[in-house]
């Protein structure tokens, strides 16, 4: 074989190393989506460590809250898209050539660095997506009545705020329980 031909080989098995890693990553998500939902994890734990020991009887439970199902759709239509995109671009396969189009000049230079065309499908379809699942929601039920929505108030309660808002509940729950029933 000519060094050319193995160089080719070589090319190709690199990208499709490279479309199986980017496959990998694409079902774990990328950095930024994790940092976010550590972030959201991590203040969800904080408020149930202090409640706990403020509330030691109450069953703090927590969980996604998620986006609209057209968002969801949509992100996942795409994360499928991108995929194929990634490996029309190691195969070097022209899908405008089967509706009998001209390639764009963008599939042109993706067929001249594909390495950086995959990079770029990838990372800013991983974008796209995490912008359609994020929901920004922090939202708060006691014995499922909502007592906080982060979508309707547009930011997290304080501790205090949330510490009276649960007292209240609480001390309406108590009064309730505790007033006579009367027979008809």
């Known amino acids: 074989q000519t060094p050319e031909r193995m160089a080719m080989k070589w090319l190709r098995f690199s990208l499709l190393v490279l479309g199986v890693f980017s496959l990998c990553c694409a079902t774990s998500g990328d950095s930024s989506g994790v940092k976010k939902m550590k972030m959201q994890f991590r203040v969800f734990e904080e408020y149930t460590q202090a409640l706990y020991q403020r509330y030691p009887d109450i069953r703090i ?62 990372f800013f379809s991983n974008m796209i997506e995490n912008q359609l699942m994020s929901t920004g929601a922090f939202e708060i039920t006691l014995n499922d009545v909502p007592v906080w929505s982060k979508l309707e108030s547009g930011h997290l309660p304080s501790m205090q705020q949330l510490v009276q808002i649960l007292d209240n509940e609480m001390k309406m729950n108590v009064h309730m329980n505790t007033r006579p029933h009367h027979h008809s």
């Open 61 to 122: 439970e927590g969980e996604n809250y998620l986006p609209m199902p057209l968002y969801r759709h949509i992100a996942s239509f795409l994360s499928m898209f991108k995929l194929l995109v990634i490996g029309l671009i190691i195969i070097g396969r022209d899908p405008f050539a089967l509706f009998g189009m001209q390639a764009p000049g963008i599939w042109e230079w993706g067929q001249g660095n594909k390495i950086y065309a995959c990079m770029m499908v990838f």
